[in-house]
């Protein structure tokens, strides 16, 4: 039996994984936590847990967190910096779902996210928690960053292309459509439903903490420099990102060709299938997939990759939940592996 | 391990059978059939089932697929009587998700579907498959007809009540809205994105063949004459029904007295969840549940129930799968007690 | 020219006032007034507006506003009764487009609103804006109550019936289906997208204001107490009303019988159809338009009358111009008479 | 008095088109005409127009059509080149909604198409009607081909910065997202609501007959040979398209260089904005605007343009209109000058 504790448990990325978590009968958890919900029964914000998990709310406290084997941090960016060091001191396993540990470096950090880091000398320890780029050091380590919702679409799509420089690393262009799960249970004007519904729109161009995410991992990945733009939008559905992105080959090569390298790349990865037809949103939702599809533009002759995920699973708690697995020697597909239509 | 088969697995309940059952270890599919797209795989037209169910559809075989012991038929009304009876000689035990088998007599059936009976010496071995009025005569029955997806939520909403007289049974009036998939896999302009978004609107008032389903099964489980009108709404959401239910009371009571009284009804049942609040489609979505709410309204007096399922789960393949558990004398709430978000 | 003042123009119905009276040639639009959103401009808000309207929202100013022959008042309720009597001291005609007006008593008023009514003098001479009912009575007065968007559809349901006395007003039962934009432009976690999308849910169950609303109007209107249920659904669209009614006849009727009572009380109206078959909100969306469908269910021998409205324009400010044109003197259809699609 | 007609009025942009003419006083509708609609009244297809146009579509006939002295055809592409030689031999001034009339040979046509071009004697003669482009063309000719929705969003966010020489024009990537009415009024299962609703997905990439209409048209235009890129895709809104394009920078510009270059570029332009803040569907849906942000991403240093028109207005019906009016020396706002909210 794994103990595990979800702290930041009354947002949308902390319920998620209490729902995933509380189906297994090899995990129990031991406390849910939460700041301004702290208190109140979990399945009073979130009635579809009634009879399933009727638990109330902790305050968060981190030496209690870390009675558990495994501490899912699933605070706002700037908070579990600030939690994290003491819950390692303490011994426990940590995954983090913030981006407080995605990037290199503190100065890095400080420049994307507009404050000093407060744990620098965490980032060294901490992996950056995609399977299929780190999965053997996700095994070995204790802090596992578990990747932003747009970046584990955008460096799944991009990760094979650059590894066989296939294309031209200063000319990829990303165009990123996620649904409004993706920010988060909130009470902001703008992300009510009538300024939602019927509309889309770009956001935080050339300013979103995701793209030196995005770059910066491919860039350690493939030890080579990107020049990537990046155009999130916010789309009217409540789960699920779909990803375009564009680049310019380097050399001539026929879509049964990346086809090919992208399934050699892929091959037996549990969760990402590399098809035939271009992947749509309906067919990862509510799973932990990565749907992946790759062509070659017959008018501008470049590399197109789409790829989808549900952005509370693969994008956030369904690959926590992964790395969990990885961390601990467990099926990687254990809790994962449904597809509830 | 039990065999089972589908037939009618192309269409929006079928499918979903086999998303349940293809994810338990206890159960083997031996034949997924289909009529006008058999030969395709079925993840060609669910391609959220790629790398999950990877099977051809099969043309529609009674005597192949009685070579499982249980039948799912997910086929329309009007196409299961015809091969429901080859399938029962057979030795089969049948689940039939169409309405062929729900009504009392074959009489009902030809004035309510417009079209005689074809299989009228099975109606008196059928047992209307709702486990929170039936579950003693599913055990020991071989032909389930699954409850329609209306008849689901309205019957549940009203028998409590109904049962212990307290309301006026001559004063039931019924609203319904219902999600898209209610109506199948469909090409219909009236189905269309373009016709269903941004609308609502009222369909087959007073020739719903819901409506005597409702009528007919709470008849025979109060043995008291039901006067009620059904009034069944067409919403833009993809899954769901909400059912809100008035009559007139027959006795004082509380809005106290009639959740006790649900309650108690209720006690002890896995998949109903009689609420202290108001209950909301996103709390049943992708679940087996029926919540329920009741309240006597301080202006009117009169009892209001509202009630809500996934009109696929627990008004469809959910309800099926928990039927199939209940006949075996399986755990009931096997493969059904997930709650993905 | 005409010349008119908004309060409230930052809120979703003033700013539909904004787009409906800048579009005239024939009216003056001497201020548009807000109050926390003051200093701002309207098309930095509303977007649509850039080039269209681009002044500056001023602070509230009764004085200032009442420069104008009309002053538009879209405040929340218990705002405007605190300003309406200085702008009727200062000569202006006014249009309230809150619930302050709309109810014959004090008394009533405080029971159903919590608080006591501040300009009690001023109710007798408010007249209730539906001019289906009141067209002659809003031509001589200075004071419109501007009726609730539930209302103007409930009321226009149930009015033809009532007076002609076919129904027994004591088994009214109603249920309404309202877009979110009804609860305006609002930061409420409840109405947020995620929340609000693939979902439904009935609130404020014998609570809401527009209850009592409905039955004093009727009942003054046509001398009868009625009882009846009133049950408001919130689902995920963005504008419209869809309002579906029942109740028992008082004598034997056809559904052609019912249709003709129904034509000939609305002949004429110019915002009012009487439909052969099933009302929708798509065609109403945009319009001043009320649709009316009525039936005689077979099964109960209920009349079920179905409207619907666009709960921003029949259901709030295009009925406010409505009553500006009758009050005025002008057209009544004009700026309303548009179907964009 | 301008007489027109409108061929293939059941559609939704032919429906369109007489939803925006049948509100001027100044147009008269000679005949409304449609194929296998024909003897239905549209107002039974498009009830929102009722009591507002209530006549029979008649079967397509062009000798009739060529009464009028405008001929609006909103026919699908390949049918309207049969017809417009004998509206034209008639002398009827022809504005066509689809692609037959839009790439600048018959060669390119059939390449693109699919099909030999049947009137290429008429390709010379016809003029692209983009205003902003083609303006003084427009009022001097009698044969308009309406550009299709992509392309209008995709050139009018090109032309300037393609004209000023400040962009790479082998560097284009444009990715769209389109609302589904997009696609006309249709059966096909995979425009149905259950398929749409909750997805997205590119589709045609690399095949969009859009795309050599955008890349010809910029060319023509500028004397610049371009490569582009175009991913279009299919979202879950009836209405608007948003177009993300992204090229590389000939030079170094700041974000306010290019605001500028743009705000000059459409300078006097009645329905281009060029916007300080990022655009979004919502504020152009129901309108002939289309509204443009401009920025160069401080990451990549790549121009971004971003475009958003209404699809059934700006991008066919109302930027049709927009060119009756200057084709006949109107006031070009002429019944295109609202914003419904």
Not at 14 to 43: F, K, Y
Not at 110 to 132: D, I, S
Not at 176 to 190: D, I, L, P, Q
């Amino acid at each position: 039996m794994t103990t595990v504790s979800v702290l930041g448990a009354s947002g949308y990325s902390g319920v998620e994984l209490v729902r995933i978590l509380s189906r297994r009968s090899d995990v129990e958890i031991v406390t849910a936590m939460a700041s301004r919900q702290a208190g109140q029964r979990l399945d009073a914000l979130y009635p579809d847990l009634a009879g399933r998990f009727d638990r109330v709310l902790e305050p968060t406290d981190p030496a209690r967190a870390a009675d558990a084997e495994v501490v899912f941090v699933a605070l706002p960016s700037g908070e579990s910096m600030q939690i994290v060091p003491e819950l390692r001191t303490r011994g426990a396993r940590v995954i983090d779902l913030g981006g407080d540990f995605r990037l290199r470096t503190a100065g890095l950090y400080e420049r994307v996210y507009g404050r000093p880091h407060k744990a620098p000398e965490l980032l060294a320890e901490a992996v950056y928690g995609l399977p299929e780029l780190n999965r053997v050091r996700i095994t070995q380590c204790s802090l596992v960053a578990n990747p932003g919702c747009y970046p584990t679409s955008a460096i799944l799509s991009l990760l094979p292309a650059l590894r066989a420089r296939v294309i031209d690393p200063g000319s990829i262009a990303i165009a990123s459509m996620s649904g409004v799960s993706g920010a988060g249970r909130s009470s902001a004007v703008e992300l009510s439903f009538g300024e939602v519904n019927e509309n889309i729109r770009a956001y935080r161009i050339g300013a979103h903490q995701h793209q030196p995410e995005i770059s910066t991992i491919l860039e350690d990945a493939t030890g080579v420099a990107t020049t990537l733009s990046f155009i999130p939008h916010l789309m009217p559905i409540t789960r699920g990102i779909y990803t375009t992105a564009t680049a310019d080959c380097t050399k001539e090569m026929s879509t049964a060709e990346v086809l090919r390298l992208y399934r050699e790349a892929y091959a037996g990865e549990p969760f990402v299938r590399v098809k035939d037809s271009v992947p749509e949103i309906r067919s990862v939702r509510y799973t932990n997939f990565c749907d992946i599809g790759v062509l070659i533009d017959p008018q501008s002759g470049r590399l197109i990759i789409l790829s989808t995920i549900d952005n509370m699973l693969k994008g956030a708690a369904g690959q926590a939940v992964q790395n969990m697995n990885i961390m601990l020697g467990l099926n990687e597909e254990e809790s994962l592996a449904w597809t509830p239509g």
